[in-house]
Every structure is written in C-alpha cells, then in structure tokens.
C-alpha cells in the first residue's frame, strides 16, 4: 500500500502575513495591556444573535497556551479587542469615524473589516476604493505606533449571486490593491478562506452562514469561531516571528 500524504489544503489556513506586527509585538513584550480595535460593519459588530469575530479573536489571544513557550511567554498580559463594529456601514461611513472610533483608542492593532456592503448594496465601488485608500493613509499618519490589517468580504451566497459576482470579485481586488499600496499594511483574505472552506473543506453554506439570514450574507456560529481562531495564528505568527525575518 502506497504511503498516504495529507492534503495540505485541509483543514484550510490563512497564509502567514506579509509584515511583521511589529508595533503590536512591542506592545506586548512591554507592560501594561494591550490594545486592538476592530471596526467594520455588522460581522464585526454581530448580527442575529451571533458572537462576532472580535470576542473570539479576544479570548484566543488571552489564552497563554495561544502562544509560543505557553504561559512564560504570555506573562500574565491582559489584551483587549474594542468592538467598533456598526451594523450597515461601508468604507465611506467607517473612514468617517476612524479618528472617533479608532485613532483615539491609541491601539497597538486595527482590524479594518470592509466591503461586503458596498456589493450587497450595489455602492460606487470607486468612492468605496478612495474612502479605503484615505482610511488607511490616515490610520498610518496619525498612529505611526500601530500595525494595521484589513479585511475583505466575506465569501457568501448573497455577494455570490449572478448579478453580484463580478463587483465582489473586483471588491476583493480593490481591497488587496489598497493593501499593497499602503506597506506595511497586512491583508486578511477572508473571501478566500471561506471560499477554500465551501470548495476544498466541503462545508455547506447552511454551515458557513446565519441559517436564520433569509439574505444569506451574515456568517453564522462556525464560521465566525473559525475567523477568529484564523486571525489569532495569524496575528501570533507575525507578532512573534524572528527578527531576521521582519519586514
């Protein structure tokens, strides 16, 4: 019998980001607690009576068993994830209150979650690619101490739809895009880890999405544990990464 190899696919994983968290490494490695703001809209803020990502990602990172050497590397630090989640909202709304909601938290980390509604709701994809584009340059001016990830949209049958399709996947272009031209900011791809769990995992969207969302946009109980637990390897990986290998 010929020797079995596992699927690397399965189960799938975010791929490592591409700069260091190094602001919110150093956040950690000193004293006191440690801050990260997630604003977005409704997968951030929660929706139908689901725990959104940011409590999940919040309770990962707090377990010292998260990180590499356990609890001696933890050092007893309190981290907390704020909610600046505002069900609805879309780039434009969200760079509005990036000073209010975001930049005066002082944090070490922001998670930008963003985009979803600008497909759901047939946005100018132009005015939300400037609104991203000014955030970001914002958060990166007046909070040069804090690392920055954004997120994209979420891979559901509502954005998926024939009639929504192709602004979802230029949505996704745009937002990488964004990424690239504001270094060091990272890029959390979410439409295509969501789209490896439905196509490479074999999990149906009654699995992945709210199945009391009659829209079929909202995420449901696993995939928000999943997003979470995905943001969490991720964040550790870069936050704790060798000094030789920081971009």
């Known amino acids: 019998m010929s020797d079995q190899h596992p699927n690397s696919e399965i189960p799938a994983h975010h791929s490592a980001f591409e700069h260091a968290l190094s602001h919110f490494s150093d ?51 309190m981290i907390d994830v704020i909610n600046r989640g505002k069900g609805g909202d879309e780039a434009p709304g969200e760079r509005a209150r990036l000073q209010r909601d975001v930049i005066d938290e002082n944090p070490s980390l922001v998670i930008w979650q963003v985009g979803t509604n600008a497909v759901w709701k047939a946005c100018d994809l132009n005015e939300v690619a400037v609104a991203i584009d000014a955030g970001l340059k914002l958060l990166l001016r007046s909070r040069p101490g804090m690392d920055v990830v954004l997120m994209d949209l979420q891979y559901a049958p509502a954005v998926l739809s024939d009639n929504r399709i192709k602004a979802a996947e230029r949505m996704v272009e745009i937002i990488s895009d964004a990424a690239a031209a504001n270094p060091p ?18 999990n149906s ?33 870069a936050a704790t990464r060798a000094p030789a290998t920081l971009s």
């Open 27 to 77: 956040r950690f490695n000193s004293a006191g607690p440690v801050k990260i703001v997630a604003i977005g809209s409704s997968s951030t803020a929660g929706e139908g009576g689901i725990a959104p990502y940011p409590c999940r990602l919040e309770l990962a990172l707090r377990d010292p068993y998260t990180w590499p050497d356990g609890a001696d590397r933890f050092k007893n630090r």
């Open 185 to 202: 900011v990272n890029l959390f791809r979410r439409f295509d880890l969501m789209r490896k769990w439905h196509k490479i995992e074999k």
């Open 205 to 237: 969207f009654d699995r992945m999405i709210d199945p009391s969302d009659v829209d079929r946009l909202h995420q449901g109980d696993w995939s928000a544990q999943r997003i979470g637990q995905a943001l969490c390897e991720v964040i550790v990986n």
